[in-house]
C-alpha cells in the first residue's frame, strides 16, 4: 500500500489538528517526538472510548520548523466501520470535542483534581507527562493545540487550548504524585484466619515495618508473604513463642486478624496482624 503524500492528506481532510510548540531554547529532541506521539496516543485513546463505529490511524507531519516555533499537523486518519460514513461536519465535531476534552483532562491534572476513573493507566500517564515535557525546561515556551476547519480555501480555528511552561511543571508534580497514589497498595481486612510461619526471625522489628520473617495464610494465597506486625501486643505474643516456647514455631498455627496489604494487579504483598486470638498445635 503506497503512503499518501501530505499534500493528498490535506486534500482529503475537512479539518486538521496542529500542535504548536513555542520555544525560547532548543527542545531535546526525546521531548520533541514526545510531544507528538503522546497527542496522537490520547487522539487514538479518544476515539476508541467516545465512537464504536468509528476507527483512526492518526500520523504527524512536522509541516513548518523556524526560530522560537515548531509546528505539526495531526491527520486523523479517521474511517468509518460497516456502513457508517464520516461526514465533514462529523470530522470537525470529532476533533472540536477532542481539543476541548484534552484541555479538560490537561485541566484535571494542573489542578491535582482528577475525577474517579480517568487518568488512571499507566501508559496514559505517561504520554501526559510527555506533553509537558516538551515545554517544562523552557522558562518561555508554550504549547498549543488547536483544531482547524478549511472553507473556501480559508483556515478557521474552532477550539484550541494552550498552556505554558510554568503549568507543565506544575501539570508533571502532579502527575507523579498521581502515579505514587495509583500504586500505593490497598489493604483487605480478614479476621480469625490461619497464619502459619515458613521463615522466623527472632529480632524485633518498629509496629508497621516489615520483618524478616514470612508466612502462609492459605485461606488467601498460598505463597508466603512478608509479616508485619500491626500491633505491639500481637508482636509480643507472637514473638514470645517464637523466642521462649519449647516447642517448634513450625508446628503452631496462629489464629490471627490481619489487614492484607494489595498490591498492583490485585495480589496479596504483604500481611499486617493485628490481634491474635489463638494458638493451635499443627503437628509435623
Keep these: 500500500m503506497i503512503e499518501k503524500t501530505y499534500s493528498q492528506l490535506m486534500g482529503e481532510q475537512s479539518a486538521i489538528l496542529t500542535l504548536k510548540i513555542d520555544t525560547d531554547e532548543p527542545v531535546e529532541l526525546r521531548d520533541f517526538v514526545g510531544a507528538f506521539t503522546s497527542l496522537a496516543n490520547e487522539f487514538e485513546r479518544y476515539v476508541d472510548a467516545t465512537y464504536s463505529d468509528v476507527k483512526t490511524d492518526p500520523k504527524m507531519y512536522v509541516r513548518e520548523v523556524r526560530s522560537g516555533c515548531i509546528e505539526a499537523d495531526l491527520f486523523t486518519g479517521l474511517m468509518a466501520v460497516a456502513a457508517a460514513t464520516i461526514t465533514h461536519m462529523d470530522q470537525i465535531l470529532i476533533l472540536e470535542d477532542f481539543v476541548k476534552r484534552w484541555g479538560q483532562r490537561f485541566t484535571f491534572l494542573l489542578k491535582g483534581e482528577v475525577p474517579a476513573g480517568e487518568l488512571e493507566g499507566?501508559?496514559?500517564?505517561?504520554?501526559?507527562?510527555?506533553?509537558?515535557?516538551?515545554?517544562?525546561?523552557?522558562?518561555?515556551?508554550?504549547?498549543?493545540?488547536?483544531?482547524?476547519?478549511?472553507?473556501?480555501?480559508?483556515?478557521?480555528?474552532?477550539?484550541?487550548?494552550?498552556?505554558?511552561?510554568?503549568?507543565?511543571?506544575?501539570?508533571?508534580?502532579?502527575?507523579?504524585?498521581?502515579?505514587?497514589?495509583?500504586?500505593?497498595?490497598?489493604?483487605?481486612?480478614?479476621?480469625?484466619?490461619?497464619?502459619?510461619?515458613?521463615?522466623?526471625?527472632?529480632?524485633?522489628?518498629?509496629?508497621?515495618?516489615?520483618?524478616?520473617?514470612?508466612?502462609?495464610?492459605?485461606?488467601?494465597?498460598?505463597?508466603?508473604?512478608?509479616?508485619?506486625?500491626?500491633?505491639?501486643?500481637?508482636?509480643?505474643?507472637?514473638?514470645h513463642e517464637i523466642r521462649d516456647a519449647h516447642d517448634n514455631v513450625y508446628h503452631k498455627g496462629f489464629i490471627v486478624d490481619v489487614s492484607v496489604k494489595i498490591a498492583n494487579g490485585g495480589r496479596p504483598a504483604a500481611y499486617a496482624v493485628t490481634n491474635l486470638h489463638q494458638i493451635i498445635d499443627i503437628g509435623d
Excluded at 480478614?190 to 516489615?210: A, C, E, I, P, Y
Design 122 to 239: 499507566a501508559k496514559e500517564l505517561k504520554d501526559w507527562a510527555d506533553a509537558a515535557q516538551s515545554i517544562a525546561t523552557d522558562p518561555l515556551a508554550g504549547h498549543r493545540l488547536e483544531v482547524a476547519h478549511f472553507e473556501d480555501g480559508k483556515r478557521q480555528v474552532k477550539a484550541s487550548f494552550q498552556f505554558k511552561a510554568s503549568e507543565a511543571r506544575t501539570a508533571l508534580q502532579n502527575i507523579e504524585d498521581r502515579k505514587k497514589l495509583l500504586n500505593k497498595p490497598e489493604t483487605e481486612t480478614h479476621q480469625r484466619v490461619l497464619m502459619t510461619f515458613t521463615r522466623s526471625d527472632v529480632s524485633d522489628v518498629n509496629v508497621g515495618k516489615r520483618t524478616g520473617e514470612l508466612v502462609k495464610i492459605e485461606e488467601i494465597s498460598d505463597q508466603p508473604m512478608p509479616l508485619v506486625y500491626g500491633s505491639e501486643i500481637a508482636e509480643e505474643q507472637i514473638k
